[in-house]
């Protein structure tokens, strides 16, 4: 098969289109046909330049956490799923190893490891992963679209309702509302009946939280955050703040959009990481502040339901062939993009 691999770390240019052998599904195991695979910021980008060394990635790797494609060859011992199934792939794959695994125990496996990284993910015509990864997809669900929603939706799902305790009729306000995890929290709570603020840090960002479902939007550059939104809220502050930026000077403004009883959740610290708390505003006003990284089986099956009747979009900027993984890099890395690159490995 043919994949985009690299030998050593460093610029895009180290990736290569190359022939490398096909995969064989073990026991417990398929093999899918990649038809679209996420490209990502860290975990593609920085993994492939290096800078990521705590991930441990070893050489020669193949990079794409989170493949969608059908159903190419089942190992022995999978009744999941079989050969022809349209499926999207979870990033955190089981080792099949171990006591949980072969206690059929996968989310417990402490030896898991994620797809793309910790091994060969879905940048190349075909994949290996444990069945028990495998999400199947509606028929009416693009693999590109299916890709892209399922990296953001299911953390989405757990950081509204999971962590943040969304209620219908509640106001969320969504900071970074035009990444990749900003939509999809504007879409998804607004399916689930809140009204959504969105907060970006231009106008033609602002306007893509528009575009997505949110009633009002804030340009957290041009105007005070926190003024804007409890004027729009009639001075009583918002339910829930959404948050995955971490930066030092907007954090601190969207704590203070929080009415009393607030939450606020987030997961993400692309904006640098450390910010101020305000701890007199934290008690007085019986704030709860909740951090997380995970997701659960719920928050993947009403990412996929949603997705398949339309109500969750991605925002997908280009869809690039395989072959040109180098350029599709280049491109993540130089630009502030809003929608998700895309890796075809069946366009060539
Ligand atoms: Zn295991």
Request: with cysteine.
């Amino acid at each position: 098969m043919k994949a985009a691999l690299y030998k050593e770390f460093g610029p895009p240019e180290v990736l290569r289109y190359e022939e490398v052998e096909d995969p064989v599904a073990g026991p417990g195991e398929i093999v899918v046909e990649v038809h679209a695979v996420t490209v990502n910021r860290v975990l593609d980008c920085a993994v492939r330049a290096g800078t990521e060394t705590q991930r441990g990635v070893v050489l020669p790797h193949i990079g794409g956490v989170d493949p969608a494609g059908v159903v190419h060859q089942v190992g022995e011992g999978v009744a999941e799923v079989s050969a022809g199934d349209r499926v999207a792939l979870l990033s955190r794959a089981p080792c099949l190893e171990c006591d949980q695994c072969k206690a059929g125990e996968f989310k417990k496996c402490p030896k898991s490891t994620m797809l793309g990284v910790g091994r060969w993910g879905g940048a190349a015509e075909f994949v290996k992963v444990p069945a028990s990864v495998a999400v199947k997809l509606p028929d009416n669900l693009q693999f590109a679209e299916a890709a892209a929603v399922m990296r953001h939706g299911p953390m989405a799902h757990y950081l509204l309702f999971d962590a943040g305790d969304l209620q219908p009729g509640e106001t969320v306000l969504v900071m970074g509302a035009a990444g990749g995890l900003g939509l999809a929290g504007i879409q998804i709570a607004k399916a689930a009946g809140a009204k959504v603020i969105a907060a970006a840090g231009s106008d033609e960002r602002v306007a893509v939280g528009y575009d997505y479902g949110a009633e009002f939007g804030v340009n957290y550059v041009k105007e005070d955050l926190t003024k804007t939104v409890l004027d729009y809220m009639g001075g009583e502050g918002v339910h829930l703040v959404f948050e995955n930026i971490s930066n030092p000077n907007t954090w601190p403004k969207a704590l203070k959009c929080l009415r009393k009883f607030g939450r606020l959740v987030t997961a993400g610290a692309h904006g640098g990481g450390k910010v101020e708390l305000d701890c007199a505003f934290l008690y007085h006003e019986n704030i709860r502040i909740f951090g997380c990284t995970g997701n659960t089986e719920k928050n993947v099956g009403d990412t996929v339901s949603l997705a398949g009747d339309g109500r969750l979009r991605a925002k997908i900027e280009k869809v690039f062939p395989l072959s040109e993984a180098t350029e599709a890099h280049r491109m993540m890395e130089s630009d502030i993009l809003s929608g998700k690159i895309i890796l075809d490995p069946r366009a060539g």
